[in-house]
T-cell receptor
Framework: DAKTTQPTSMDCAEGRAANLPCNHS???????VYWYRQIHSQGPQYIIH???NNETNEMASLIITEDRKSSTLILPHATLRDTAVYYC????????????FGTGTRLTIIP | GAVVSQHPSWVICKSGTSVKIECRSL??????MFWYRQFPKQSLMLMAT?????????EQGVEKDKFLINHASLTLSTLTVTSAHPEDSSFYIC??????????????FGPGTRLLVL
């Protein structure tokens, strides 16, 4: 069963903020929300992860709703190099818990 | 962030031959590494979990005798595709789990190895 739901595709204008939503209504208390992206023909790149507080790093911000049932990844100033498939993954942080990739959101940055 | 390398980046081989792919964690030690496979226009599918010094754990439907995994050190895991056939042509990607330290606990992925079996 899919633990997350993401839109299949999105477009965003270059220089604007890209907001990628993710629903994870069945998330449990010990599960984190991870975001990865995969640029064409490359391995996935870790972006950010969080449990319940909003997180920010040099790449992006992660906003998690108070009930933890959804989150939004924000790329503040999208560039053409941000064109990729973005994966939202829910995963526990214990032992050998796996990252299970869904279909993700194909984000296209428009010049 | 942590760096994971793979070698080779691409390989072409004849049907029936075996191909070895290396996955290395360059600046950290990884007790656990993972192997994924990705077919065109599809998402990544986990093949197996590789633990240093022990046998790999394979996902359902993945033949352990065909995809041999060795994780002999804390920085190296290898995947050998034995008797490769055209249907094994795919993009193979490894990842390494960072268990502690500055980068917290997450997985970092290698750049992938594209295998084409003729």
């Amino acid at each position: 069963d899919a633990k997350t739901t993401q839109p299949t595709s999105m477009d965003c204008a270059e220089g604007r903020a890209a907001n990628l939503p993710c629903n994870h209504s069945t998330i449990s208390g010990n599960e984190y929300v991870y975001w990865y992206r995969q640029i064409h023909s490359q391995g996935p790149q870790y972006i950010i992860h969080g449990l319940k507080n909003n997180e920010t790093n040099e790449m992006a911000s992660l906003i998690i709703t108070e009930d933890r049932k959804s989150s939004t990844l924000i790329l503040p100033h999208a560039t053409l190099r941000d064109t990729a498939v973005y994966y939202c993954i829910v995963r526990g942080n214990f032992g050998n818990e796996k990252l299970t990739f869904g279909t993700g959101t194909r984000l296209t940055i428009i010049p | 962030g942590a760096v994971v390398s793979q070698h080779p980046s691409w390989v072409i081989c004849k049907s029936g031959t075996s191909v070895k792919i290396e996955c290395r964690s360059l600046d950290f030690q990884a007790t656990t590494m993972f192997w994924y496979r990705q077919f065109p226009k599809q998402s990544l599918m986990l093949m197996a979990t590789s633990n240093e010094g022990s046998k790999a754990t394979y996902e359902q439907g993945v033949e352990k005798d065909k995809f041999l995994i060795n994780h002999a050190s804390l920085t190296l895991s290898t995947l050998t595709v034995t008797s490769a056939h055209p249907e094994d042509s795919s993009f193979y990607i490894c990842s390494a789990r960072v268990v502690a330290g500055v980068w917290m606990e997450t997985q970092y992925f290698g750049p992938g190895t594209r295998l084409l079996v003729l």
